[in-house]
């Protein structure tokens, strides 16, 4: 099976890329660097000793999705190609829904045209705003997200509902992440932020390198366990193995829309992660309790089940694993 994988540079898709060629895939990859490097495709074949095809390109340029279409007989289609900084997605709405949305519609239109009706999206547990219950199932309410980012991933979603009711014969699948932490075992590829992180984990191992050098740690006075936000962190490589079990559910079902959540289940809070990470790495972060960030909720975790029993979605990695490899690939890189 040839599978279509956009943004494959980056963080989820070269994890997800290094499974697919490991479970026998073929590949053909397409990315425009925006918040990757050139050196990932290296990095992929040297982990896989496989070979791929690879094309340099932006997702809102319909004649690199036509030619790849053209050049390939593509199978299915992974989208992860978008922007995903929240903050920044405040400042630059037109720019998100410009990248995140526009490049949906252009990849729908050339997949229709080559009769090319299977998809896995990259969404987010970010569509469901301020969950209504906890843990959250797939058929908690979404809407009322806080930022453009969001939003654009829930426009999305909604675009691929009406897609699918407009023509039952596409096979769709929707994935909602949770919090994915760590890094490939190898060290070598793993989450490579631009400038400083605003994710809790990459500040965390740079905080460790001494390229900074304290954690903030945004507000202890949520109503948690210690008073500090909690999340739901899945270990990449689980993650990227969950595109496998929904690339396998759609070539089972041949049609339909499924969507699912990929998160573990278990809520983990700022200082559990702070002191999991300096437990198994040997390492002090020093923190400092600053403000609340705006926009963040107290509490977000998934009820994973759904996955596990449609999808046989297990996950391997604990929390001790997630941290070690995080730290594993810090501080291997520059
Ligand atoms: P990432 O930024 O590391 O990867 C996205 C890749 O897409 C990058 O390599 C970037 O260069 C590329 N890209 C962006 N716009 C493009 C365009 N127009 N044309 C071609 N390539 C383009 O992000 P990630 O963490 O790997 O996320 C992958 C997907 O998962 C995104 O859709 C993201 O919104 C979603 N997601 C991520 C998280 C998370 O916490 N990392 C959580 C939920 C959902
Ligand atoms: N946090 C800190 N200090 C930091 C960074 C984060 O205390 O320097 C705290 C946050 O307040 C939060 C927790 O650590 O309680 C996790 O924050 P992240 O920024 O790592 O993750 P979020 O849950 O805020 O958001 C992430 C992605 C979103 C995605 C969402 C749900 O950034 O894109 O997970 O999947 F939508």
């Not at 040839?2 to 073929?26: D, P, R, W």
């Not at 918040?35 to 690199?64: P, R």
């Not at 962190?233 to 041949?254: F, P, R, S």
Request: with cysteine; glycine share 6%; hydrophobic share 35%.
């Amino acid at each position: 099976m040839k599978i279509f994988v956009t943004g494959m540079c980056g963080y989820i898709g070269s994890h997800t890329a290094v499974e697919l060629l490991n479970q026998n895939y073929e590949i053909v990859g397409l990315d425009n660097f925006s918040n990757s490097k050139k050196e990932t495709i290296d990095k992929i074949k040297q982990i896989t000793k496989k070979d791929f095809k690879f094309y340099e390109g932006d997702m809102l340029d319909k004649n690199i999705l036509t030619k790849i279409f053209k050049e390939n007989k593509i199978d299915a289609v992974i989208d992860f190609a978008a922007y995903k900084a929240v903050g920044d997605s405040v400042k630059n709405p037109i720019e998100y829904y410009t990248n995140n949305v526009s490049s949906v519609l252009n990849l729908l239109k050339i997949m229709k045209e080559n009769n090319v009706k299977t998809i896995v999206f990259s969404s987010s547990a970010t569509v469901y705003g301020n969950p209504e219950e906890m843990p959250i199932k797939e058929t908690t309410k979404t809407g009322n997200t806080t930022n453009p980012y969001g939003t654009s991933k829930l426009m999305v979603e909604k675009i691929l509902k009406d897609l699918y009711e407009s023509d039952n014969s596409w096979n769709i699948c929707i994935l909602r992440y949770f919090n994915p932490i760590g890094a490939h075992k190898s060290g070598i590829i793993g989450e490579d932020p631009n400038g400083i992180p605003a994710n809790l984990v990459p500040y965390v191992t740079q905080v460790a390198k001494g390229k900074l050098e304290y954690l903030k740690v945004f507000g202890n006075d949520y109503n948690t366990k210690d008073g500090t936000g909690v999340r739901d962190y899945i270990h990449v490589v689980d993650l990227a193995i969950g595109h496998i079990k929904a690339l396998q559910k759609l070539e089972n079902e041949k049609k339909g829309l499924y969507i699912y959540n990929l998160g573990t289940g278990k809520g983990s809070s700022v200082l559990d992660i702070i002191k999991t990470f300096e437990k198994v790495n040997n390492i002090k972060i020093p923190y400092k309790i600053t403000e609340r960030r705006d926009g963040d909720i107290a509490t977000c975790y998934s009820d994973p089940s759904k996955a596990q029993k449609e999808l046989n979605f297990k996950v391997q990695y604990n929390l001790e694993d997630m941290l070690k490899d995080a730290w594993n690939y810090e501080k291997n890189s520059q």
